[in-house]
C-alpha cells in the first residue's frame, strides 16, 4: 500500500530565514504530486503540481519554490520567509493521469515570526 | 477561471438528524468529485468520490449525488454522530494545460451534539 511521509511536523522560523520541507511518498511509481497551504481557517490552496521529475507547474506566484529531484520526492522551498508563510503546509499524491482522488500527508505547522 | 462553491459554511445537528452540504462548480468538463474530512489539527481524509458517469454513490452512511446539468453535487450524512464532527471539504477535478488539478470548496464546518 502506498504511504506519504512529510517532515518536519512542526517548524518555527524567524522572518527572512530561508525554509525546506520534504514530502517523500512510498508504494507508487509516477505519481503526481502537490503541495498545498492551509491558512488559519480551512481553505485549501494548491501551490504547485509535478507530474514527473524535474516538471513543476507553479499555481500561486510568490516567494516559494518546489522541486521533484527524484520521482517520489517533492520539495517546497523559500529562500526568505515572510509572516504571510505562516500556515500547514500538506503534500499529497495521486495516481497518474486522470485516475482517482488525491491523497494528502499528515502536514508541516510552519510559524513564521 | 475554474471555481468551487460550498454551502453551509457552518452546519450544526443534534445526534442522529440528517446532514447535507452542497456544492457548485464551474466548469462542465469537470468529471471526478471528492469529498475529504478534515479532523481537527490532522490531514483531509478523503471519505467517498464520485464520477461523471454516476448520478449517486453510498457507502454506509454517506452518500453523494451528482447533477451535470445544473453543476452540483451534494453530501449527505445520515444518523449523525459526534465524530462526524469535522470540516468536509468538496472538490472537483478541472483540466489544466494539459494536466487535471482539484479545485476545492472552502470547507463546511460540521458540528454533531450529543
Known amino acids: 500500500s502506498q504511504t506519504i511521509h512529510q517532515w518536519p511536523a512542526t517548524l518555527v522560523q524567524p522572518v527572512g530565514s530561508p525554509l525546506s520541507l520534504e514530502c517523500t511518498v512510498e508504494?507508487?511509481?509516477?505519481?503526481?504530486l502537490y503541495w498545498y497551504r492551509q491558512a488559519a481557517g480551512r481553505g485549501l490552496q494548491l501551490l504547485f503540481y509535478s507530474v514527473g521529475i524535474g516538471q513543476i507547474s507553479s499555481e500561486v506566484p510568490q516567494n516559494l519554490s518546489a522541486s521533484r529531484p527524484q520521482d517520489r520526492q517533492f520539495i517546497l522551498s523559500s529562500k526568505k520567509l515572510l509572516l504571510s508563510d505562516s500556515g500547514f503546509y500538506l503534500c499529497?499524491?495521486?495516481?497518474?493521469?486522470?485516475?482517482?482522488?488525491?491523497?494528502f500527508g499528515p502536514g508541516t505547522r510552519l510559524l513564521v515570526l | 477561471g475554474e471555481n468551487v462553491e460550498q454551502h453551509p459554511s457552518t452546519l450544526s445537528v443534534q445526534e442522529g438528524d440528517s446532514a447535507v452540504i452542497k456544492c457548485t462548480y464551474s466548469d462542465s468538463a469537470s468529471n471526478y468529485f471528492p469529498w475529504y474530512k478534515q479532523e481537527l489539527g490532522k490531514r483531509p481524509q478523503l471519505i467517498i468520490d464520485i464520477r461523471s458517469n454516476v448520478g449517486e454513490k453510498k457507502d454506509q452512511r454517506i452518500a453523494v449525488t451528482l447533477n451535470k446539468t445544473a453543476k452540483h453535487f451534494s453530501l449527505h450524512i445520515t444518523e449523525t454522530q459526534p465524530e462526524d464532527s469535522a470540516v468536509y471539504f468538496c472538490a472537483a477535478r478541472f483540466m489544466n494545460s494539459g494536466y487535471s488539478t482539484l479545485t476545492f470548496g472552502k470547507g463546511t464546518m460540521l458540528l454533531v451534539s450529543p
Open positions: 499529497a499524491w495521486s495516481l497518474p493521469g486522470l485516475a482517482g482522488g488525491q491523497y
Open positions: 508504494g507508487t511509481s509516477n505519481p503526481n
